[in-house]
Every structure is written in structure tokens, then in C-alpha cells.
């Protein structure tokens, strides 16, 4: 159930992308990633977990995001949505 609350709250989202959602969907899934790649490392303690965190999860994450923003926003600039919209005069 939750997850189907989940998908129609974000599908909500999703059907108006905009740059800072996109942008917030990107870190948030590359970070994701990142923690569960470190979690079946297993490392040793906690410091080997913050460094990882720190040095490798969110700068990946911040990259992740800066380009996929670029790539959106090139997209967007270069192909005008409303051509593919149903023209609405009867």
C-alpha cells in the first residue's frame, strides 16, 4: 500500500518535471545507490562508513545531479513540448 501511495505521489510530480525536482530525483537516487553499494561492502567500522560517505557517495551524487540537470535542461531548451501537444480547438 505504501508503495502505491508512493507512485501516485510521485507520479503527480513526475507528469510536471521541473529542473530543481529533477535535479532532487537525481541526487536522491544516486546517493541511494551509493548507500546500498556501501552496505554489501561491509566495512570495517563507522569511520571506514563516514569516509566512504564522504569521499566516494556524495560527491558521485553531486556529479550525478549536475549532469543530468545539464542533459534536462539541453533536452528541454532544444525540443519545444507544446508541438507534441493535442491541439485543443474543435
Known amino acids: 500500500g505504501g508503495v502505491g501511495l508512493l507512485a501516485g505521489l510521485a507520479g503527480r510530480q513526475i507528469a510536471h518535471m521541473t529542473l530543481a525536482l ?3 530525483g537525481l541526487f536522491v537516487a544516486s ?3 551509493g548507500l546500498l553499494a ?3 561492502l561491509r ?3 563507522y569511520q571506514d562508513v563516514w569516509w566512504a560517505l ?3 557517495v556524495l560527491p558521485q551524487a553531486c556529479f ?3 549532469v543530468g540537470a545539464f542533459l534536462y535542461w539541453m533536452i528541454s531548451s532544444r525540443l519545444n513540448v507544446d508541438r507534441f501537444t493535442m ?3 474543435i
Open 22 to 24: 529533477w535535479i532532487l
Open 87 to 89: 491541439d485543443h480547438r
Open 31 to 33: 546517493a541511494g545507490v
Open 43 to 45: 566495512l570495517a567500522d
Open 54 to 56: 564522504r569521499t566516494v
Open 38 to 40: 556501501g552496505m554489501t
Open 64 to 66: 550525478d545531479s549536475v
